[in-house]
């Protein structure tokens, strides 16, 4: 079954050349273009595409203005293409909390010169959210919910109930690392949100993001959250309470610095393909606090810190996990999943409250 999109920019010559790129892979077929987003909002509905490809900046309607209007009349998965600059992350991070899944460099030079690997990229990008897209129907009753509550019992008690079933780590939990990628902004805002300010441990975040989008979105995330959350940078101390984000573009690791855990921010080595990369913190992680961590891999694609959470786990760490149902793309929490060293697999409502009872 072939995936089918919607292109939506003002500009004829980039509809086009996205289409083309779309359209060289037999299993995504383009279905209509839209120039504006009031027109792309009226094609959504007729249309019923599976994603939606949104310019941000467009007359008549920017794209996230429409965003906000297809997901209040017909949830679809759309991907936004963002130019790299200030600006240009403040606007995409404003269409994921619109609805948006995902987003791409609007210039196509920012992921590569060659044009065969932008094709793969776009294409890869479009399979990875497609084929979840393709499987909501299936997944849909999956989604976890707390149990039905017995008669006479209200529905927060069930919900309760349900929370209370999460086995916490056991032994003092001294830091805690959350990894992720597609799908990542919305989910971490959701689990750091039902943090404490005096949440016990430390944390440090992982997220496959651009590094002129870093600085902005921790940002974002202090305002939102009780814990402060900030954009590492190298010699950062770990602090109970304090939620360091690596920068994209660079390398995060921990290194014992006289006594002391400190963050190193490093470039990435040649090869790395992941710039953060989940595996490099992990795998740092496992190093300098064997036995003493907490690692949670959330939605994402690809398989980016499996290979980590396997030397965090050999070391004593524990491992968690976001489920399938709740995840955009099941790629990374798959990965350690299947790799079988997660201790609990769980929705994304419910990681946040497990995180919080930590002691």
């Known amino acids: 079954m072939s995936i089918r999109v919607l292109v939506v920019d003002d500009s004829r010559f980039f509809r086009r050349r996205v289409s083309e790129m779309l359209e060289s892979d037999p299993q995504i077929k383009v279905i209509g273009s839209?120039?504006?987003?009031?027109?792309?909002?009226?094609?959504?509905?007729r249309l019923r595409p599976d994603i939606i490809t949104m310019d941000v900046e467009m007359p008549i309607m920017d794209g996230i203005t429409a965003t906000r209007?297809?997901?209040?009349?017909?949830?679809?998965?759309?991907?936004?293409?963002?130019?790299?600059?200030?600006?240009?992350a403040q606007a995409a991070l404003d269409a994921l909390e619109a609805g948006a899944i995902d987003f791409l460099p609007k210039r196509f030079e920012d992921i590569s010169r060659d044009r065969d690997?932008?094709?793969?990229?776009?294409?890869?990008?479009?399979?990875?959210?497609?084929?979840?897209?393709?499987?909501r129907p299936q997944l849909r009753p999956r989604i976890s919910q707390p149990p039905a509550a017995m008669p006479g019992t209200s529905r927060q008690a069930a919900t309760a109930s349900a929370s209370s079933a999460v086995n916490l780590p056991r032994g003092r939990v001294k830091l805690v690392a959350i990894g992720t990628s597609t799908g990542g902004p919305v989910a971490l805002q959701k689990v750091l949100s039902e943090l404490s300010a005096d949440f016990p441990a430390p944390i440090l975040l992982i997220q496959h993001m651009p590094g002129s989008f870093t600085t902005a979105f921790s940002q974002r995330l202090?305002?939102?959250?009780?814990?402060?959350?900030?954009?590492?940078?190298?010699?950062?101390?770990?602090e109970p309470g304090l939620a360091l984000l690596a920068p994209g573009g660079k390398q995060m690791t921990l290194e014992n610095r006289a006594g002391q855990m400190r963050i190193r921010v490093t470039e990435p080595e040649p090869g790395q393909n992941y710039k953060p990369s989940v595996d490099v913190t992990f795998s740092s992680i496992a190093r300098q606090m064997a036995g003493q961590a907490l690692a949670v891999v959330?939605?994402?694609?690809?398989?980016?810190?499996?290979?980590?959470?396997?030397l965090?786990?050999?070391?004593?760490s524990r491992?968690?996990?976001?489920?399938?149902?709740?995840?955009?793309?099941?790629g990374m929490p798959a990965a350690v999943v299947d790799a079988g060293i997660t201790e609990q697999v769980l929705p994304l409502e419910q990681i946040g409250s497990a995180l919080a009872r930590i002691q």
């Open 34 to 45: 839209a120039e504006n987003g009031a027109q792309a909002v009226q094609m959504a509905k």
């Open 69 to 88: 209007k297809i997901m209040a009349s017909r949830p679809t998965a759309i991907l936004m293409f963002s130019s790299l600059t200030t600006e240009g």
């Open 117 to 135: 690997e932008v094709r793969k990229v776009l294409c890869e990008r479009i399979h990875a959210v497609g084929r979840r897209q393709l499987l």
């Open 222 to 238: 202090d305002r939102s959250c009780a814990i402060r959350i900030r954009e590492a940078v190298d010699g950062d101390r770990l």
């Open 298 to 310: 959330l939605t994402g694609m690809g398989a980016d810190g499996r290979e980590g959470a396997k």
């Open 312 to 316: 965090m786990k050999q070391g004593g």
């Open 319 to 330: 491992i968690w996990a976001q489920d399938e149902a709740t995840s955009v793309v099941y």
